[in-house]
């Protein structure tokens, strides 16, 4: 079993910054794969960004490359999302996630991003 709680969401003004969180708990050697996904209001879930198991390689959706920066402390397994430059665009919820094999099996309740213009 597997339990991830996110924090870090908030308000902030157009270009500003936010880090966000995943606090990871339980068999969390199995995945090879950490991700963090947003949902906007009215909008389905998006991929946002991904790490592998070592943190050797990355992955970021086109709208947030250069902007966000996903990042992993494996020793406190923890899960990051650095954001910068943000954008009202950039507003929803974000929820961190674990893949074993193809399957993202693993969620967190979500934490709210609100970047006012």
């Known amino acids: 079993q597997v339990q991830l709680v996110e924090s870090g969401g908030g308000l902030v003004q157009t270009g500003g910054s936010l880090r966000l969180s995943c606090a990871a708990s339980g068999r969390t050697n199995s995945a090879h794969l950490f991700g963090w996904f947003r949902q906007a209001p009215g909008k389905e879930r998006e991929f946002a960004a991904a790490i592998n198991w070592a943190g050797t390689h990355t992955n970021y959706a086109d709208s947030v490359k250069g902007r966000f920066t996903i990042s992993r402390d494996k020793a406190a397994n923890t899960l990051y999302l650095q954001m910068n430059s943000l954008k009202p665009e950039d507003t929803g919820v974000y929820y961190c996630?674990?893949?074993?094999?193809?399957?993202?099996?693993?969620w967190g309740q979500g934490t709210q991003v609100t970047v006012s213009s």
């Open positions: 996630a674990l893949r074993v094999g193809s399957t993202w099996g693993a």
